[in-house]
């Protein structure tokens, strides 16, 4: 069966420091891979995704950016963290782009002091 | 814009009755509809996927899909104290993603 992970759950960083989550999916191939974040009091917002190794859309313009190195894996980084990108940070993945159910990792909740 | 609207709640129902949720969508092309659970602090589970006009019942949850009216509800029957959680509802854009509601959060009260 697939699993998806991400880390670290939890991180508290100062303003101006660089942040770096990853996210690994097993049990599939080729997976369309997503970060969305998810701040207090707002709905779930999507920043990147990407269908393929190397390939990478973003959907939010903002100091935040995304790679996928590995056909399974996912990174979300910073280099310089603002006090707005604290929140709750979430890995998904799907089957297929057009269609299909998306499946969350456990999240990674950032505060940023 | 493209929006899924979402009765932020909370709704509060005694334990063993019907909870319904519902939600409202303005992307006519939309085919695809999901509905989430996520508990507090933790991330979101999918309960239910529906691509039909019509009902469709998993245990004791049934989601009920209309594309003319762009409405999408989730009925939970029997509810349990374990199901108090915030239910978001989704659809599929056009990019493969999935735009969601801000959620409902559900109380069942014992």
């Known amino acids: 069966s697939q699993t998806i992970h991400q880390w670290p759950a939890t991180l508290v960083q100062p303003v101006g420091s660089p942040l770096s989550l990853e996210c690994t999916v097993e049990g599939t191939s080729n997976p369309n891979l997503y970060w969305y974040r998810q701040a207090a009091g707002r709905g779930l917002q999507l920043l990147f995704y990407?269908?393929?190794?190397?390939?990478i859309s973003s959907e939010v313009p903002q100091n935040l950016s995304a790679s996928r190195p590995q056909d399974r894996q996912f990174i979300l980084s910073s280099k310089k963290l603002l006090l707005s990108d604290s929140g709750f940070y979430l890995c998904?993945?799907?089957?297929?782009?057009?269609?299909?159910?998306?499946?969350f990792g456990e999240g990674s909740r950032l505060t940023v002091l | 814009q493209k929006e899924v609207e979402q009765n932020s709640g909370p709704l509060s129902v005694p334990e063993g009755a019907i909870a319904s949720l519902n939600c409202t969508y303005s992307d006519r092309g939309s085919q695809s509809f999901f509905w989430y659970r996520q508990y507090s602090g933790k991330s979101p589970e999918l309960i239910m996927s529906?691509?039909?006009?019509g009902d469709k019942e998993d245990g004791r949850f049934t989601a009920q899909l209309n594309k003319a009216s762009q409405y999408v509800s989730l009925l939970i029957r029997d509810s349990q104290p374990s199901d108090s959680a915030t239910y978001l509802c989704a659809y599929r854009g056009s990019q493969g993603n999935l735009i969601f509601g801000k959620g409902t959060k559900l109380s069942v009260k014992p």
């Open positions: 998904a993945w799907s089957a297929t782009l057009n269609t299909g159910e998306l499946f």
């Open positions: 529906i691509y039909s006009n």
């Open positions: 990407s269908v393929g190794i190397g390939q």
